[in-house]
């Protein structure tokens, strides 16, 4: 009987300081036994420098990479043709106007790329060709001002951005600012922009010092759940046409630590029911039902990330669901490993699987 694997990407920092110039692999191909759970040693796949977020491409038949440096070692966006057994093949690389390129997002049209600038603080269109190479720059969108932390806010910083459905738009997360802006995103590329203030009432405004980081959204619903970096908080909106509505906001632990917060990943789990966050100032993953009634988030479980203690896991910068729901990967950034779980699909719970693989500085994982 021949086991079934279940194959992932992972992108991972590889230069100096995340802003290294460093040709080896940044991107790298494993498998999960859908058995057991236990991981193939990563192989490398593509050579590029700080890979630090993935995206798919329509069919999955293209993936796209962020090169997350300054401007001194050149930010770029690079477009891959997968191959079989995982193997990458470069089809194109463009230039990034900005700095720090730490997400990039396709729309579900596959036609459109946008990517979020951290240092810079500003968002990019790229329109796609249909062999799947990036192609011209559509919009450059740059927003302005501070937030109540000057270490940490003294700029725009742009850390996410989405495409939303029904109605379609383009949302962009800047922890800088304690802002989600969203803003109005028409087929041919399109953005309505008429003036930061218009963006503030047509997305949410967080309370100072939050420092929003990512956001999840379940296919066919309104409801918007984001995590922010700089208070371990989680909240929740729901959008009624271009109006956002906050409808919760939670802690994700109920207890207080000297630690300082620092929230990473949120993921949906594919059948809407339950939701995942990392956190990495305890390196813990947190797991939250939701009510398909309200949206609203209720506490299920906490778990360290380390899968068992022996690994040391420490800092899950990512996390990631398999399509069939099955499994959740960590990539354990200051650890230097990625570990498994199994999740069980009545309750949402994880379970550790009990294997690590080591791998230099995982960021993302992308199945």
Known sequence: MTTKLTGFFVGTYNGPDQVGDFAGDGIFHAQIDRASGAMSVPKGVAKCANPSYLAWGRGKKHLFAVKE???KHQPELLSFRV????????????????ELPCHLSVNKAGTFLACAQYLTGNTLLFALEFDGKIGPLV????????????AR?????AHFV????HPDQLAIVDLGLDRVF??????????DIEGESRAVVMGAELPGGTGPRHFATINGSNFIYVICEM??????????????????????FDDKSATPDSGAAIKISPDGRFLYVSERGRSKIVTFSISQKSGKISPVQSISSNGQKSFNSQEPRDISISADGKFLIAANQKSNNLTSFFRDRNS????????????????????
Do not use: M
């Open 153 to 157: 806010q003294e700029g725009p910083h």
């Open 162 to 165: 989405g495409f939303l459905n």
């Open 83 to 98: 191959e079989n057994e995982g193997a990458l093949s470069l089809l194109n690389k463009v230039k990034v106007e900005g």
């Open 182 to 191: 969203s803003y109005p995103f028409s087929a041919d590329g399109n953005i």
């Open 231 to 252: 208070k371990a908080i989680v909240f929740v909106f729901k959008r009624a046409g271009t109006t956002w509505r906050k409808v919760q906001s939670i802690e994700i």
């Open 348 to 367: 949402g719970e994880l379970k550790a699987t009990g294997y690590e693989v080591e791998l230099n500085q995982p960021v993302c994982v992308l199945f």
């Open 69 to 71: 440096v300054t401007n």
């Open 139 to 150: 919009k450059n969108i740059q927003h302005f001002g501070t937030g109540p932390n000057s």
